[in-house]
């Protein structure tokens, strides 16, 4: 599962699809930070990008820069490298995330990362229906405690930060034993996001028209 090159003059990290999101984060010189929260969750690296991420406030997949990955027809395809017949034209990085397995899993994922003076972490009892998403980076809820992280200037964290209020959260939190069958969309939950909330299991969302014309494709 390893860190197979990290630039931090370029801001980019490439993995294999089967790392840690944790093992990213220790991986990192201070100052630099991924498209994710310090949480680890199923699947790791693959996974994150299959769900099409988590906690983030912002467009994840403009965080991707580039995936290889095997297609359900046992091709591997690397996406915006190799022209695959009937789908020239689609941007086959944004596409993968968030696919939900549908086209295939990641085997080498390239990472923009984004710079940070100071970072925090901070939660409080609550749920995040409740509260207005702001800037912060990453907003997630679990088990009825709502997490805000944010990273910047020591400015701009404080005053992200400062309306919420919370308690510092110093270690990371791994979650993977809330989802002992898998890491699913659904109503409920013991996790939630600004997207979905996250239950145990492997369903999957209705599959647009497009995405079946892509997997048929590859």
Known sequence: MPILKLSAADQTLVASG???LLEIYESLPAGLYPPFPPVELPGGLNGLLIRGGFAQNFFFAGEILGVTFQAPSGRTIKAGGQVVKNVQGYDLTRLFVGSFGLLGVAQEVTLRLRPGLAARHVSRPGAMANLSPGRARFIWEVEGRTHLMHFGHAREVAAVLAE??????SAPLDLRSLFAAGMS???GGP???LRFGWLSGLAQPDVPPLFQKVAAAL
């Open 185 to 187: 969309p659904g109503d």
């Open 164 to 169: 919420f209020g919370g308690e510092e959260v």
């Open 18 to 20: 089967d790392t840690d």
């Open 191 to 193: 996790v939630r996001d």
